[in-house]
């Protein structure tokens, strides 16, 4: 599968935005799905992730209340809306695919996904 982030951009703190990472091929509905950030001079982090059907979600506390992960397996698509950002959420967004798809689990290791989307920068400004 291949994976291709976009939606990111220039906003300002307490603002929102929506990225969203469309997917080829005919079996992103098997997948569990997850996005990933990475900072300036920091590692890749866990953002959020979802099961295959969207039935589980998963979220790293920083971002819990304020961000949302969702999927459309009809349009082959996944989203991460993103809310009261804060300038400590700038970083380059990446999704990725679990070809080990489950509909209830969604993995917060970036060793256990398999595909990579080419990442989205994001930026919040003070």
């Known amino acids: 599968v291949q994976l291709q982030a976009s939606g990111g951009g220039l906003v300002q703190a307490g603002g929102s935005l929506r990225v969203s990472c469309a997917a080829s091929?005919?079996?992103?509905?098997?997948?569990?799905m997850g996005w990933f950030r990475q900072a300036p001079g920091n590692e890749r982090e866990f953002v959020a992730a979802?099961?295959?059907?969207?039935?589980?979600?998963y979220y790293v506390d920083s971002v819990k209340g304020r961000f949302t992960i969702s999927r459309d397996n009809a349009k082959n698509t996944m989203y991460l809306q993103m809310n009261s950002l804060k300038p400590e959420d700038t970083a380059v967004y990446y999704c990725?695919?679990?070809?080990?798809?489950?509909?209830?689990?969604?993995?917060?290791?970036?060793?256990?996904?398999?595909?990579w989307g080419q990442g989205t920068l994001v930026t919040v400004s003070s």
């Open positions: 990725a695919a679990d070809q080990v798809g489950r509909n209830y689990y969604a993995s917060k290791w970036s060793h256990e996904y398999d595909y």
């Open positions: 091929g005919r079996t992103f509905s098997s997948y569990s």
């Open positions: 979802i099961s295959r059907n969207g039935g589980s979600l």
